[in-house]
C-alpha cells in the first residue's frame, strides 16, 4: 500500500500547477454500504496525523490571568469573559472567530460560559474548545492540535481531509496517508469493504485515485 500512495502523491504534485502559496495535500474518501441519515455510521474525529500538517495552524484561546499572558507569549489569539459576551451579541463577529481559527483552547472555568454563549456557533463548525487547567502548561495541548486534523463525514458517504502540505517529502506523507486509512479500516463496521475509492489531491489541483489502499 505505501509504494500505492507514494506514487499517487508524486502523481498529484506533478499534475497540480504551480500557486504563489503553498497548496495543502488533501484526501478523500468515498464510502459504500453504510446508511449515512444513521447518525452511528457518522464519522466526527479529531485525528492527529504522525508528521503533522505542514502548515502552521491558527489557534484562539479563552483564559485570563496566567494563562492568557502565557498564551500571548506564544502568538496566539486571546480572548477574555468580555470578549466572549461581545460575541455572545454579535453572531456575525463570533461567526468570523470561529471560521478564522482552526483550534480553540479555553480554561476550564471559562468552558460553561463559552458553551453557553457560543456553543450554537462554534459546535457545528467542529470548533469546540479544548479544556485545560488554567494552571497547566500550554505546550503539550499546542503540539497535538498542531498535527491535528478532523475527521468528519455528513449524510453524505464521502470525507475529505486535510493530510499535509505539498512541501512535505513524498514518504512523509505517505505515512500520514497510510494512518488516515488504517484509522478507518478498524473504525468502519466493514473495513475496507465500506470503502469504495481513495483520492490524493494538492488545494487546487486534480484528484487522483488511489489505485491500492488495502
Excluded at 508524486?10 to 488533501?26: I, L, V, Y
Excluded at 500550554?138 to 475529505?160: A, E, R, W, Y
Amino acid at each position: 500500500m505505501k509504494d500505492a500512495i507514494i506514487r499517487a502523491v508524486k502523481k498529484a504534485k506533478e499534475d497540480s500547477k504551480p500557486r504563489n502559496f503553498t497548496q495543502s495535500m488533501e484526501m478523500g474518501i468515498n464510502l459504500q454500504g453504510l446508511d449515512m441519515k444513521k447518525t452511528q455510521n457518522r464519522i466526527k474525529e479529531d485525528f492527529v496525523l504522525p508528521n503533522g500538517r505542514g502548515k502552521d495552524v491558527k489557534i484562539g484561546v479563552f483564559a485570563s490571568g496566567d494563562m492568557a499572558l502565557r498564551a500571548k507569549k506564544e502568538n496566539l489569539s486571546v480572548f477574555d469573559q468580555e470578549d466572549i459576551e461581545k460575541f455572545a451579541k454579535d453572531k456575525k463577529l463570533a461567526k468570523k472567530i470561529a471560521n478564522s481559527h482552526d483550534f480553540f483552547i479555553a480554561q476550564t472555568d471559562y468552558m460553561a460560559l463559552v458553551g453557553k454563549s457560543l456553543g450554537p456557533i462554534f459546535a457545528p463548525r467542529g470548533k469546540t474548545p479544548a479544556p485545560l487547567p488554567p494552571t497547566a502548561p500550554l505546550d503539550p495541548m499546542l503540539n497535538k492540535l498542531k498535527k491535528t486534523v478532523k475527521l468528519k463525514s455528513t449524510n453524505q458517504p464521502v470525507i475529505h481531509t486535510l493530510v499535509g502540505s505539498e512541501k512535505m517529502d513524498d514518504e512523509v506523507l505517505a505515512e500520514n496517508i497510510s494512518e488516515v486509512i488504517k484509522f478507518f479500516e478498524k473504525k468502519l463496521e466493514k473495513g475496507f469493504d465500506n470503502i469504495k475509492s481513495i483520492y490524493i489531491k494538492t488545494t487546487m489541483g486534480p484528484a487522483i485515485k488511489l489505485e491500492d489502499f488495502r
